[in-house]
């Protein structure tokens, strides 16, 4: 395992996973302390694996070395297997997100963007995204999609204008009715239960029937530290339709450009409280 962690570490430049140059560098790739943070892991740790001195990693620390050094999925299982750990599940996980999403959110920056399931769940989110929505990745379960916290929690719409309440809501279940009847599996059939037990308006809107896969439309969002936001939500589907990068660019003619750079320059978004993140 550690010889594969540096291999594959010192296949990548710092363009690769969307770090700036530094310069040239005495050896080839990613520094450890680079892998390390975009795995959200101590430099220390990282640098133990790789010198085979680190005690078994977890699921999730595999996971997220698999992120940080765009790993495909046969390369994921692998390096579970060499962890000694049981590889996800192909067909019950979504979490492994597709190298070829990453590359695409990498080089963005400038725009909100992230990676979700087609159930809604947020897998990765560049910075903008968070200080957008907030920090979306770390839910879990039913409670980590979308559409679950829009029916059963308020605070999921306090950043939305009352008028597009309605419109949201449509768009919601009929995006969820497309994507648990194309998936047919037990986590979209758990999820579309527990919102018919939860929510008199999510089966009102169930019974309709009506289906539409998002892939376009304009997004509001009234945020408490720079005013409304207008975005153009735009769509890119994986191979396998399981999972897609959500762009939120500006919409034309509005002042949101000049209010996600505001945004942007306020800092880091653990400093500050989000409002979307419930």
């Keep these: 395992m550690a010889d594969f962690l540096r291999v594959r570490r010192e296949a990548l430049d710092p363009g690769d996973v969307g770090l700036a140059g530094t310069g ?25 694996l790789e010198q085979d001195r680190a005690p078994q990693p977890s699921p ?15 390369e994921r299982d692998h390096l579970f297997r060499l962890a000694g750990q049981r590889p996800p599940d ?10 070829s999403l990453l590359r695409v959110l990498d080089g963005l920056s400038d725009v909100p963007a992230q990676v979700m399931t087609d159930l809604g769940a947020t897998l990765v989110q560049n910075d903008l995204a968070q200080a957008v929505f907030g920090d979306l990745v770390r839910l879990r379960g039913a409670t980590g999609t979308v559409v679950y ?36 599996d037990a986590q979209a059939k758990d999820l ?24 376009s439309r ?40 000049e209010r996600l750079a505001l945004l942007a320059s306020l800092g880091p978004l653990a400093a500050r409280r989000p409002f979307l993140e419930h």
């Design 60 to 74: 999730g620390v595999l996971r997220a070395i698999t992120r940080a050094l765009r790993l495909t999925l046969d």
């Design 218 to 257: 304009r997004k509001r969002i009234q945020h408490p530290e720079v005013g409304l936001l207008e975005l153009d939500c735009q769509v890119l589907v994986d191979e396998e339709r399981t999972q897609i990068l959500a762009l939120f660019p500006p919409a034309p003619g509005t002042p949101t450009a």
């Design 149 to 184: 916290r829009w029916f059963t929690d308020p605070r999921a719409r306090a950043g939305y204008p009352v008028q597009d309440h309605a419109t949201e809501s449509r768009a919601l279940v009929a995006d969820l009715r497309a994507a648990a009847v194309r998936r047919d």
């Design 24 to 48: 040239r560098r005495r050896t080839p790739g990613l520094r450890r302390e680079e892998v390390a943070r975009l795995a959200d892991i101590s430099t220390d740790y990282y640098t133990r």
């Design 192 to 215: 579309v239960e527990r919102l018919l037990r939860a929510s008199p308006e999510f089966a009102a809107l169930w019974r309709l029937h009506s289906v539409a896969v998002m892939r």
């Design 90 to 99: 192909r067909t019950r996980s979504d979490e492994h997100v597709a190298p």
